[in-house]
């Protein structure tokens, strides 16, 4: 079993930017997206050519904004959880699908100015005590963009961000929490000393001098970390800010 995980940074604007050959040629069973900034109603409306996948979506109450969503390829039998009360912005987005939970998630940013950063904590907090309590039924397997860098392994200049939205001591260390709370890093419990990145700023050209950050995840719970093949980044893959993530599930 073959997923992905990629924050297009726009539904609208990585469709024309080839997201649909992407999306053939990548094979994957499930892709989840994030910060796809639709609504349903203008969704209903673009009639994006998803050929050969089922379609989940979660917006956020705010038009253009954030928001979630999962492509699981046609003849693979899912079903969506309830949305959450607590997430009007459209950040979690979760499926059942059989022997797994595939939890998609949109993590808060920060902020450059860190304003939104004690609410950050509060939100993954919350988050937290939710996919402890969905851990009990059955294991979990948690992706999406984190909008952290747990390491120092994971940013191209860690000493300058020390202070830096993605790269504070309070969100490492709530990171650190999840992490011991039952689940694995995929890609650093397979490629312990690997440099890959999955994020760069459209700022000076960071990409081509992959001046970046890891901070697109699959976490899995303890229990099935033995059954990952592959946990891999697709930096090659353009069109967004955000490059895709991946893992490869033993089945």
């Known amino acids: 079993m073959k997923i992905l995980s990629f924050n297009v940074n ?3 604007a990585i469709v024309k930017k080839g997201f649909v050959d992407f999306l053939k040629k990548s094979q994957s069973d499930f892709l989840c997206l994030q910060e796809i900034k639709i609504s349903h109603s203008a969704r209903d409306k673009e009639q994006f050519d998803f050929t050969g996948y089922q379609e ?4 956020a109450d705010r038009p253009g904004y954030s928001g979630t969503a999962i492509l ?6 899912t079903k969506a959880m309830p949305k959450l009360s607590w997430d009007d912005e459209g950040r979690i987005l979760v499926l059942d699908i059989g022997k797994y939970y595939l939890v998609n998630i949109y993590f808060p940013n920060a902020q450059d100015d860190l304003r939104r950063l004690p609410w950050k904590i509060k939100w993954n907090d919350k988050l937290l005590i939710y996919l402890k309590k969905l851990a009990t039924k059955k294991p ?3 992706c999406g963009d984190f909008n952290v860098a747990h390491q120092e392994i994971d940013l191209a ?8 939205a993605g790269f504070t001591s309070q969100e490492r260390a709530w990171m650190d929490k999840f992490l011991v709370s039952g689940f694995k890093d995929t890609f650093r419990e397979l490629h ?3 440099i890959q990145y999955s994020w ?7 990409r081509v001098r992959n001046v970046g950050w890891r901070i697109d995840y699959f976490c899995v719970s303890n229990k099935i970390l033995k ?4 946990a891999f980044i697709l930096d090659n893959v353009m069109g967004s800010d955000h490059c895709p993530v991946g893992i490869e599930i033993d089945e």
Do not use: Q
Not at 157 to 164: D, F, M
Not at 200 to 206: D, N
């Open 72 to 77: 699981v390829r046609d003849g693979l039998v």
């Open 227 to 230: 059954k990952i093949k592959k």
């Open 10 to 12: 726009g539904i609208r």
């Open 157 to 164: 200049r860690p000493k300058e961000n020390v202070y830096s």
């Open 192 to 194: 312990s000393h690997k």
């Open 200 to 206: 760069w700023s459209y700022r000076a050209g960071a």
């Open 56 to 59: 989940f979506w979660n917006p």
């Open 140 to 142: 979990l397997i948690v």
